[in-house]
């Protein structure tokens, strides 16, 4: 191997009578730095909330639920942490026992499980999703992300109920990247000349359905989430399961890379974001860390950028008017608005909440239509224009 010495930033030579080499960037060690930063901001979000006040469980309200409402949030708290550690076993620990390493299907399961902690960052600005309160609650960590603005208070506020979601996510995402990439395989074996766009495309249009069907068809009329507030409903504009097109749209937009990045490896079966790890001297623990890492950092970037940064910017500080059929519903509504709050639900003429997640502020309309005034909101006094010229001081030196 040659040896460097450095004569000028970013530019090595090689000592006299050795053979330079190109100096290799290593993408594992890129994407594992921003996976342990990120895991870090996770963790101190998480534990700010479980230490502080919005660690508490919001509750039904008084809406009486349906027997068979009841029997399927109980079942589907039971079936999903049962999925999820049936695929624990056979992704991650049946393979660890025989080859002492994380596999791809592992490293996506975990990956895929920590994309819970932006389940509802979309919220941001504005409720446009909740869940339904009967779930197994302690509220949520939002409230506790730094610069946070919908409302919220403990035991009136977003709900993450920790026996579905992030079993959800974990499942999902990684069934999704095996299911599309048997398409990818069996699209190239019946039209070998196929190219990337033509299969991104075909992946594009795959998840799309595939999210549609899951979340619109499956799990939200068992009445597990809601989308209230969202766009261009696909299936039931008018029921409290109204499926918005644009969930599917950017969740498909974050699934295909998805698809591609668990299909598409080198010929070591590593990912883009696990390029190089083969070649450093390291253990296989610390492989097996970094390679997770990376994962996560990849997943929760690109999430990040993919479906939550659009979301919120276009579309979810923009809520359409909550259906009557969901506002009728207290185990629905959170106790964010409607009957039994001062907040009327978002909608076109409401304007946006502000806040900190602790502090709230600002002007509130209220269920009856009229506004009030939270402390630190009053309205600026006007001031007219002056009518005589000033200097760069008030009442001015000049």
Same mark, same amino acid.
């Given at each position: 191997?040659?040896?460097?010495?450095?004569?000028?930033?970013?530019?090595?030579?090689?000592?006299?009578?050795?053979?330079?080499?190109?100096?290799?960037?290593?993408?594992?060690?890129?994407?594992?730095?921003?996976?342990?930063?990120?895991?870090?901001?996770?963790?101190?979000?998480?534990?700010?909330?479980?230490?502080?006040?919005?660690?508490?469980?919001?509750?039904?309200?008084?809406?009486?639920?349906?027997?068979?409402?009841?029997?399927?949030?109980?079942?589907?708290?039971?079936?999903?942490?049962?999925?999820?550690?049936?695929?624990?076993?056979?992704?991650?620990?049946?393979?660890?026992?025989?080859?002492?390493?994380?596999?791809?299907?592992?490293?996506?399961?975990?990956?895929?499980?920590?994309?819970?902690?932006?389940?509802?960052?979309?919220?941001?600005?504005?409720?446009?999703?909740?869940?339904?309160?009967?779930?197994?609650?302690?509220?949520?960590?939002?409230?506790?992300?730094?610069?946070?603005?919908?409302?919220?208070?403990?035991?009136?506020?977003?709900?993450?109920?920790?026996?579905?979601?992030?079993?959800?996510?974990?499942?999902?995402?990684? @069934?999704?990247?095996?299911?599309?990439?048997?398409?990818?395989?069996?699209?190239?074996?019946?039209?070998?000349?196929?190219?990337?766009?033509?299969?991104?495309?075909?992946?594009?249009?795959?998840?799309?359905?595939?999210?549609?069907? +899951?979340?619109?068809?499956?799990?939200?009329?068992?009445?597990?989430?809601?989308?209230?507030?969202?766009?261009?409903?696909?299936?039931?504009?008018?029921?409290?399961?109204?499926?918005?097109?644009?969930?599917?749209?950017?969740?498909?937009?974050?699934?295909?890379?998805?698809? @591609?990045?668990?299909?598409?490896?080198?010929?070591?079966?590593?990912?883009?974001?696990?390029?190089?790890?083969?070649? +450093?001297?390291?253990?296989?623990?610390?492989?097996?860390?970094?390679?997770?890492?990376?994962?996560?950092?990849?997943?929760?970037?690109? +999430?990040? @950028?993919?479906?939550?940064?659009?979301?919120?910017?276009?579309?979810?500080?923009?809520?359409?008017?909550?259906?009557?059929?969901?506002?009728?519903?207290?185990?629905?509504?959170?106790?964010?608005?409607?009957?039994?709050?001062?907040?009327?639900?978002?909608?076109?003429?409401?304007?946006?909440?502000?806040?900190?997640?602790?502090?709230?502020?600002?002007?509130?309309?209220?269920?009856?239509?009229?506004?009030?005034?939270?402390?630190?909101?009053?309205?600026?006094?006007?001031?007219?224009?002056?009518?005589?010229?000033?200097?760069?001081?008030?009442?001015?030196?000049?």
């Amino acid at each position: 191997m040659a040896t460097y010495v450095e004569t000028a930033p970013g530019r090595p030579k090689a000592e006299e009578g050795v053979a330079t080499e190109p100096i290799k960037v290593v993408p594992v060690k890129y994407w594992a730095f921003a996976g342990a930063v990120i895991s870090a901001f996770m963790l101190y979000v998480v534990l700010r909330w479980v230490t502080g006040p919005y660690f508490k469980r919001v509750p039904p309200g008084p809406t009486p639920l349906p027997d068979w409402m009841k029997a399927s949030l109980i079942a589907w708290q039971i079936i999903m942490p049962a999925i999820w550690l049936y695929m624990v076993w056979r992704f991650l620990w049946k393979p660890w026992r025989k080859e002492h390493r994380v596999t791809v299907d592992g490293l996506f399961l975990i990956a895929g499980t920590t994309c819970v902690f932006q389940d509802g960052m979309s919220n941001y600005f504005n409720h446009w999703i909740t869940y339904n309160s009967y779930l197994v609650n302690w509220g949520s960590w939002y409230n506790d992300v730094p610069g946070w603005m919908a409302f919220g208070k403990p035991g009136q506020m977003y709900v993450e109920p920790p026996l579905f979601i992030p079993f959800a996510h974990g499942m999902a995402w990684l @069934l999704f990247a095996m299911i599309g990439s048997k398409v990818i395989r069996a699209a190239r074996a019946k039209w070998p000349s196929i190219g990337l766009p033509k299969l991104i495309v075909l992946t594009y249009c795959l998840t799309f359905v595939m999210d549609a069907v +899951l979340e619109g068809i499956i799990w939200m009329p068992f009445g597990v989430f809601m989308y209230p507030g969202g766009k261009w409903p696909l299936f039931f504009p008018d029921a409290y399961h109204k499926f918005p097109a644009v969930e599917a749209i950017f969740v498909a937009a974050w699934s295909t890379p998805v698809v @591609l990045l668990y299909h598409f490896r080198n010929d070591k079966g590593e990912t883009v974001v696990e390029r190089g790890v083969s070649e +450093l001297r390291y253990g296989p623990g610390q492989k097996n860390w970094l390679r997770v890492l990376a994962m996560v950092g990849a997943f929760q970037i690109g +999430l990040f @950028l993919m479906y939550t940064v659009p979301q919120t910017a276009l579309f979810a500080s923009k809520s359409t008017a909550w259906p009557a059929d969901l506002t009728s519903r207290s185990y629905m509504t959170d106790g964010l608005c409607g009957a039994g709050t001062p907040r009327a639900c978002p909608g076109p003429a409401v304007p946006l909440y502000r806040g900190d997640g602790r502090k709230q502020v600002g002007v509130m309309v209220g269920e009856d239509g009229k506004l009030t005034y939270q402390k630190g909101g009053e309205l600026p006094t006007p001031v007219p224009f002056d009518t005589k010229a000033r200097g760069p001081f008030h009442g001015g030196l000049f």
